[in-house]
């Protein structure tokens, strides 16, 4: 789960990491009011949307007077952002955040992620802050330094002193930044984030190392442990069909191809959809009805493909073992003879009740085209739609 840029702050906030003080607002009235109370000579005007990219695209504005800041937040606000992040159609933004200006000495670069590869956490550190670190990641690599560190209670001085040696600073701010990780590795394990990117960390000239812009994410299967947490939820940044799929504990993301899948099984939907590349098509999705999926979790996962308007063809790839393949093709026949399915339909069962299940596809009076195996179903479905 995303949250906003504003929400992050406070977050790191609350466990001592050091931010500019702001304020955000929905409307522009309640920004200009809320302003007024920021000690500043110059007012720092951000889009809140769930992309990076945002200073590109023009949604980052850096302002002298509170008229000013009104002008600018009333173009602002509303407007269609398009960065790198976004994809051509955008983001609107619905929400504003104003914090107080800094004077930049040096930018640095600082995050931390699951390393799932060695069950540790990955911090990684660069003294080429505010820009993008895949950039910097081509360009100069020996710029980059990742410091692997074991779960525990707390992060040792030593892996501390690791991460953030690339940054050159002297006795008394390195106490502050040794300070910065302690409290983010803290944070970071407390909230069960997934991953913390501030780009850029700042020194200023009055020798502060501050998190001027920070992005958090959330482990979406924790969140049950930080309902405070869910609260930051925000609806309006994500894909309408994926939090329908949500509804329905479906593991759904919406892709730009013609050929939709529903697969139980996060490793068996990538084969899947590999495999639909490899016979030259894109899939449309991506989405696990799980192990154990009711009638209805099936049905409404035939429902969220089929809202995909750029769906051509479906093809459903289930080997049952938790999951009965006679329980998923009763609920891709109620989903159809509901919905009316006019886009061709391949379906490849194996493992518990397959023949069962397939009886039922036989019997159903729909145009079903059976598969013997992975391999088939992708080559037929690809046929079907050409």
């Known amino acids: 789960m995303n949250i906003h840029e504003h929400q992050a702050k406070k977050i790191l906030k609350k466990y001592g990491v050091a931010v500019p ?110 820009m993008d670190i895949e950039e910097v990641a081509k360009n100069d690599p020996q710029k980059i330094v990742t410091t692997k560190v074991e779960m525990s209670d707390e992060i040792s001085e030593t892996d501390c002193e690791k991460i953030i040696k690339i940054f050159n600073l002297n006795d008394n701010i390195k106490n502050q930044a040794i300070s910065l990780i302690k409290s983010i590795y803290k944070m970071f394990k407390n909230t069960d984030a997934s991953m913390v990117e501030v780009n850029p960390l700042i020194l200023t000239k009055d020798e502060k190392i501050i998190c001027l812009d920070a992005k958090v994410n959330f482990d979406s299967n924790a969140l049950f442990r930080h309902p405070e947490i869910i609260e930051l939820r925000d609806l309006n940044e994500e894909d309408p069909t994926e939090i329908e799929a949500s509804k329905h504990d479906l593991a759904y993301i919406k892709l730009d191809g013609s050929i939709g899948c529903m697969v139980n099984g996060a490793g068996l939907a990538m084969a899947t959809m590999d495999i639909i590349k490899l016979y030259g098509k894109e899939p449309a999705n991506f989405l696990d009805v799980g192990g154990g999926a009711s009638k209805e979790k099936v049905s409404a996962a035939l429902k969220l493909i089929l809202s995909d308007k750029n769906v051509r063809g479906i093809l459903i790839n289930i080997f049952g073992g938790i999951m009965r393949c006679d329980v998923l093709a009763q609920g891709v026949v109620d989903a159809a003879k509901e919905i009316n399915i006019s886009v061709p339909l391949v379906v490849r069962l194996a493992g518990t009740n397959f023949k069962q299940g397939k009886e039922i596809l036989d019997n159903s009076g729909l145009k079903i085209i059976s598969a013997e195996n992975l391999d088939d179903a992708a080559k037929k479905i690809v046929e079907a739609i050409e």
């Open 21 to 130: 003080e702001g304020i955000f607002a929905l409307t522009v009235d309640d920004l200009i009011e809320k302003a007024k109370s920021l000690k500043t000579k110059k007012y720092v005007l951000k889009a809140q949307i769930h992309a990076g990219g945002r200073g590109k695209a023009g949604g980052v504005k850096i302002l002298d007077n509170l008229e000013e800041l009104k002008i600018a937040a009333k173009e602002l606000l509303g407007k269609i952002l398009v960065t790198h992040q976004t994809g051509p159609e955008g983001r609107e933004v619905k929400r504003l955040y104003v914090e107080e200006s800094s004077n930049i000495v040096k930018e640095f670069y600082l995050s931390c992620l699951i390393d799932r590869s060695s069950s540790k956490i990955a911090f990684i550190s660069s003294d080429q802050g505010g």
